[in-house]
């Protein structure tokens, strides 16, 4: 019986040393996309989605990317950043109303 306990335990420690990176870094993506979306309050959907999908276009670039399709490069990372502002007010708006679930 303790060996089957111990067994246990180590696999639980096991999985845990190994999920730990992946959980850790979909926090702080969450996180980031919270705090994007908070500026996009402040200055504007279109301004931000520019600003993003230009950062997104030349990093592509410099990346090696040809630059001949750079047109089409932004349309596509322009959609990319509007999806990723729409995520972050859904999960804005969700963890708004677990507080206040919380809260009352």
């Given amino acids: 019986m303790k060996r089957i306990i ?3 335990v180590q696999t639980i420690g096991y999985l845990i040393k190994i999920i730990w990176p992946l959980l850790w870094t ?6 980031v996309y919270a705090v994007r979306t908070l500026v ?9 989605c520019d600003m993003v999908a230009s950062d997104l276009v ?3 670039i410099d990346a090696g990317f040809p630059s001949r399709y750079e047109k089409h ?9 509007v999806i990723q502002f729409l995520i972050g007010w859904i999960f ?10 919380w809260i009352f």
Avoid: N
């Avoid at 979909?26 to 996180?31: A, E, G, R």
């Avoid at 996009?40 to 931000?48: D, E, H, Q, S």
């Fill in 26 to 31: 979909i926090i702080k993506t969450i996180f």
């Fill in 92 to 101: 804005l708006s969700w963890l708004t109303l677990q507080i206040i679930d």
């Fill in 40 to 48: 996009v309050m402040f200055i504007g959907m279109p301004r931000a």
């Fill in 6 to 8: 111990r067994s246990t």
């Fill in 58 to 60: 030349r990093k592509a």
């Fill in 73 to 81: 490069l932004y349309v596509v990372c322009y959609v990319i950043a």
